[in-house]
T-cell receptor, first 114, second 111 residues
C-alpha cells in the first residue's frame, strides 16, 4: 500500500491564483481530512469528510473548498490564494470508527504565497 | 486559546539519556489521547493512543501515561537514539472525529 499520498510537494503561488492540492489514500478509509501546520501552532483542521459525497468544515475553512467524489481522493482547492495561506498542508485518513483508529498522514505540501 | 498545551517547547538531550515530555489539556468531553512523532519534513506518525481508562501504554522505548482526572499526559523516551530527534505532538480527541493538537515539543538528541 502507498498509504496517503499528496501532490505537489512544494508550490509557489502569487496572490490571487488558484490551485488544487491533491490527496489520495489506498487503505479504503472512510474518514479523510485536511490540516494546515504553522510555526508554533498545532495542526488545525480545515475540512473533513466521513465518506464519499459528504464533507464538512473544520476549524479554519475560509478560503478553501473540498469535494469527495470517491473514497480514495480528497482534493483541497484554494480559490484565490493569499499570503496568509502560506503553510504546510497535511492530508490524513482513518477508518470511520475513529475512537481507537490511528490517523495516517501524508508527507505534506509546502505552499508559499507571494 | 489552545486546549492542548505541551512543555517544554524544545529540549536537547545526549544520546542514551532519558527524557519526559508533558501535555496538559482542557478539551472536553475527552475521548482519547494520542502521541505522534513528526520527523522534519514529514507527516506525523502515531506512537500511542489511550482512552480515559488507560493509565499507560508503551511502544518500544516510548511510554505514554495519562491522568484523566488532572488532564495530564506524559511521554517518556528511554535510552534516546539519534533517530528520536523529532517533534512530538500530543493530540486529544473529542466529539467524535474532532482532534485538538498541541504545538509539539522539539527533541534534539546529540551524540
Amino acid at each position: 500500500n502507498a498509504g496517503v499520498t499528496q501532490t505537489p510537494k512544494f508550490q509557489v503561488l502569487k496572490t490571487g491564483q488558484s490551485m488544487t492540492l491533491q490527496c489520495a489514500q489506498d487503505m479504503n478509509h472512510e474518514y479523510m481530512s485536511w490540516y494546515r501546520q504553522d510555526p508554533g501552532m498545532g495542526l488545525r483542521l480545515i475540512h473533513y469528510s466521513v465518506g464519499a459525497g459528504i464533507t464538512d468544515q473544520g476549524e479554519v475553512p475560509n478560503g478553501y473548498n473540498v469535494s469527495r467524489s470517491t473514497t480514495e481522493d480528497f482534493p483541497l482547492r484554494l480559490l484565490s490564494a493569499a499570503p496568509s495561506q502560506t503553510s504546510v498542508y497535511f492530508c490524513a485518513s482513518s477508518y470511520l470508527v475513529a475512537d481507537q483508529e490511528t490517523q495516517y498522514f501524508g508527507p505534506g505540501t509546502r505552499l508559499l504565497v507571494l | 486559546k489552545n486546549q492542548v498545551e505541551q512543555s517544554p517547547q524544545s529540549l536537547i538531550i545526549l544520546e542514551g539519556k532519558n527524557c519526559t515530555l508533558q501535555c496538559n489539556y482542557t478539551v472536553s468531553p475527552f475521548s482519547n489521547l494520542r502521541w505522534y512523532k513528526q520527523d522534519t519534513g514529514r507527516g506525523p506518525v502515531s506512537l500511542t493512543i489511550m482512552t480515559f481508562s488507560e493509565n499507560t501504554k508503551s511502544n518500544g522505548r516510548y511510554t505514554a501515561t495519562l491522568d484523566a482526572d488532572t488532564k495530564q499526559s506524559s511521554l517518556h523516551i528511554t535510552a534516546s537514539q539519534l533517530s528520536d530527534s523529532a517533534s512530538y505532538i500530543c493530540v486529544v480527541s473529542f466529539n467524535d472525529y474532532k482532534l485538538s493538537f498541541g504545538a509539539g515539543t522539539t527533541v534534539t538528541v546529540r551524540a
